[in-house]
């Protein structure tokens, strides 16, 4: 009879809509979980604004986009290289320690990019800032399941993904009016000089985050280290479960990143929207991607993770279809917000499912197995479909992205909801343990 109550508890959860602070109480989310929220804020902020005006910098300083592209594709390199050395690193070492060195490093090292503008410079400088800014991604994924339980964690991986949105709202804002701001205090400078204060400022923002991470203390793992020494010296082949998401996520990624990175392409060269109007369109993506972010904790719980995961691969493939199909300006726009709206909701409920499937002490080196798989077989997808795109024009080649996605969510389900039931996840016992553990002030 004891089980009743709960059931009926959790049926009866407040939703974030109409009482948010109701919603973050029952998710018992812990202190470490915020200090590390905190981090992740001025991290992700900073660097919004880092990108969002980085390379019209360049533009300013009469960088031509050949330049621009080899600067981006040795930044994407050094990205790349680290990836996976930085993931056994963590394994070895831990991911605070990898944390500690990612804030102190990428923000020096970004900021020497906006002072050092020599070309050689900016090459070897933006391959060692891809370096820095990997181990950012590969302690993330690992940190936040650590933080959290099987309970709330697709409720924090929501909450934090959708924030990063957010963040990114706040950093095109803050870049495109600080130079109005500056004219009002009777500050008139040039519009390099507004761009590099703006660059130097966000490093320091980013930087900020340190002070979190410092105070921030990781859980210890339910393993003696005695157990993970062994673990380590024998497991050499990945875990049995990366052997099938991996993948299936890099399928996914090779449909999302066929068409994302073409979209403002698409909008203007197929269908005619103005430059104007594009900008405005991507604001209304993020603000419905920070809305359905928040809301994704409804359908995971509802439908369970894998299951969920799949709905929103199919329901991303069908907007692809049908904005292949339409030539309708304003149903395109729409069906342009459903698929981002749509592949974002993916994004949490992969990385919690893959965080919760994997033993704590292999965590950091599945992220880095994630990230590598997912940053080799975008760049290979963006490539090839920018060669389609031109070949054989949009419609075909989204209609046939869209056909991919239909059959990625099959496998899917069939690779990775087969070992759903099979695979444990943290169990309630683990679960109350990490609660027990806090951050010391």
């Not at 360049?58 to 592209?69: A, I, P, W």
């Not at 002490?361 to 994630?370: L, Q, V």
Request: glycine share 10%.
């Amino acid at each position: 009879m004891d089980p009743l109550p709960t059931q009926t508890a959790a049926r009866r959860e407040t939703p974030i809509w109409s009482s948010p602070a109701g919603w973050l109480r029952e998710k018992e989310l812990c202190r470490g979980f915020w200090i590390f929220f905190t981090a992740a804020f001025f991290f992700d902020f900073g660097f919004a604004i880092y990108a969002f005006l980085f390379n019209l910098y360049l533009l300013d300083l009469h960088f031509n986009e050949r330049m621009m592209g080899l600067v981006g594709g040795a930044m994407t390199l050094g990205s790349v290289v680290g990836t996976l050395p930085a993931g056994l690193l963590g394994r070895k070492f831990g991911i605070r320690p990898l944390m500690i060195v990612c804030f102190i490093t990428s923000p020096v090292l970004c900021a020497l990019r906006v002072v050092v503008v020599w070309e050689s410079a900016q090459l070897v400088l933006a391959f060692l800032s891809g370096l820095a800014l990997c181990l950012w991604g590969v302690c993330f994924l690992p940190a936040l399941a650590r933080l959290t339980t099987d309970e709330n964690r697709a409720s924090a991986f929501s909450l934090i993904f959708s924030v990063s949105i957010g963040t990114a709202m706040l950093g095109g804002i803050v870049c495109g009016y600080l130079q109005q701001w500056l004219r009002l205090l009777g500050l008139v400078l040039q519009s390099v000089e507004v761009k590099r204060i703006i660059l130097l400022c966000s490093c320091g923002i980013a930087a900020m985050g340190l002070a979190a991470v410092l105070r921030l203390e990781m859980p210890a793992t339910l393993s003696s280290g005695l157990e993970l020494r062994g673990s380590l010296r024998k497991r050499w082949m990945p875990h049995p479960f990366l052997l099938r998401y991996l993948p299936a996520m890099a399928l996914w990624t090779t449909v999302i990143a066929a068409f994302t990175p073409f979209a403002n392409v698409y909008l203007s060269k197929n269908l005619h929207v103005p430059i104007s109007h594009i900008g405005l369109i991507f604001s209304v993506a993020q603000i419905v991607q920070f809305c359905v972010g928040l809301l994704t904790p409804v359908l995971f719980r509802r439908l369970g993770m894998v299951p969920g995961i799949v709905v929103t691969q199919v329901a991303t493939a069908v907007s692809l279809g049908c904005l292949a199909a339409t030539h309708n300006t304003q149903a395109a726009v729409g069906l342009y917000l459903g698929f981002s709206a749509l592949q974002w909701m993916s994004a949490p409920g992969l990385y919690s499912l893959l965080m919760s499937k994997v033993p704590d002490e292999e965590r950091s080196t599945a992220a880095a197995g994630a990230l590598f798989c997912n940053a080799v077989v975008a760049s290979g997808a963006t490539a090839g479909a920018g060669i389609l795109f031109v070949r054989f024009g949009y419609p075909h080649v989204l209609m046939g992205i869209a056909a991919m996605g239909f059959v990625v969510a099959l496998l899917f389900w069939l690779l990775v909801g087969s070992m759903d039931l099979a695979t444990p996840m943290q169990s309630k016992s683990e679960a109350g343990l990490l609660k027990e553990i806090e951050v010391e002030g």
